[in-house]
């Protein structure tokens, strides 16, 4: 049995808006894989614990201790939490971005856009703030041995016991702190995920629309990775404060340092002045300039090959 064309249209607009969530997620996933070992570095940085150290210091420090599988230590709980972001972020512009200028007929495109990225950013950090909290404690502590010798060595640490993995980081986290354990941070993220994720596509999609009236035809790999490299830099050093308030409210475990994301930014300002704020902030934007470029880029060239000529594509065709 044939079916009729509108319904067809509308089967092939509805698979390739749920393409999307699956290329925003395959994306997010190769770039946190990619690019965990500079996480690693901006987390110990931001982590408060050595506060005297720098980027080369903290670099030679897990390379020293832990080899190169400590710059991939919670490499795990971070590709599963930036698949699942990933996906909510990518589906959610291509599936609301026209539904809310079709209820709100004068919302300019850059404000649809910015509203469906935070949209789906904040939607994905029920999966992505667990992963991260696991994620974050594994990348302070590194190796096991590493871990051992500072507890000899009375070195103060963030937590009290050593996680051999995803999962177990899980249930010892849930069983010592419960599920507030998993989701510290929650509120921070959210402040700081939010205007990142919306600012992020707005910028991408501006750099892109001038892009392609410059170059009068379609982009190349090369260049999608420029712009989306450049959105995500910009994006990320603005936003470098939230980061390092999530990072801190995250790692504190049981011994709280901060009650909350507003005592935590008095604190640090008090404390380590405005620098304290930012601390990491090179580490986060070059872990963003790459990320943000591999993920568009990735996602560009998924909808090229995969998408029906027919398919949605609002990040090429946005007015």
């Given at each position: ?34 690019m965990h070992p500079v996480d690693t570095i901006k ?120 996680y051999s993995g995803m999962f177990h980081a899980a249930r010892a986290i849930h069983a010592q702190e419960g ?141």
């Amino acid at each position: 049995m044939i079916a009729d064309s509108g319904g067809g249209s509308r089967s092939a607009a509805s698979l390739a808006a749920w393409r999307e969530f699956l290329w925003g997620g395959l994306a997010c996933g190769f770039g946190e894989t990619i690019m965990h070992p500079v996480d690693t570095i901006k987390t110990r940085l931001q982590s408060g614990f050595g506060q005297n150290a720098n980027l080369v210091q903290v670099s030679k420090t897990i390379g020293a201790r832990d080899g190169i599988r400590g710059f991939y230590r919670g490499v795990f709980p971070g590709v599963t939490g930036s698949f699942v972001t990933g996906a909510t972020y990518f589906g959610f512009i291509e599936t609301t971005k026209d539904l809310l200028q079709e209820k709100r007929p004068n919302l300019p495109t850059p404000w649809a856009l910015f509203f469906a990225g935070a949209a789906g950013d904040a939607l994905g950090a029920v999966v992505y703030v667990p992963c991260e909290v696991i994620k974050q404690r594994m990348q302070v502590q590194g190796s096991r041995k590493a871990w051992e010798t500072a507890k000899q060595q009375q070195i103060k640490a963030p937590v009290f016991q050593y996680y051999s993995g995803m999962f177990h980081a899980a249930r010892a986290i849930h069983a010592q702190e419960g599920t507030r354990g998993l989701y510290a941070g929650l509120l921070s993220t959210i402040v700081r995920d939010i205007p990142f994720a919306g600012l992020q596509i707005v910028l991408y999609e501006a750099f892109r629309k001038t892009a392609l009236k410059v170059a009068n035809g379609d982009l190349s790999c090369s260049q999608d990775f420029l712009l989306g490299g450049a959105a995500g830099g910009f994006s990320a050093f603005l936003t470098t404060p939230f980061d390092v308030v999530k990072t801190r409210m995250q790692v504190q475990s049981t011994s709280a340092r901060y009650t909350g994301w507003l005592d935590a930014i008095t604190k640090i300002k008090e404390q380590e002045g405005i620098r304290g704020l930012f601390k990491g902030a090179g580490p986060r934007v070059m872990w963003w300039c790459p990320a943000s470029a591999l993920t568009f880029m990735a996602v560009e060239k998924l909808r090229r090959e995969f998408n029906d000529q027919g398919g949605l594509q609002i990040l090429s065709q946005a007015a």
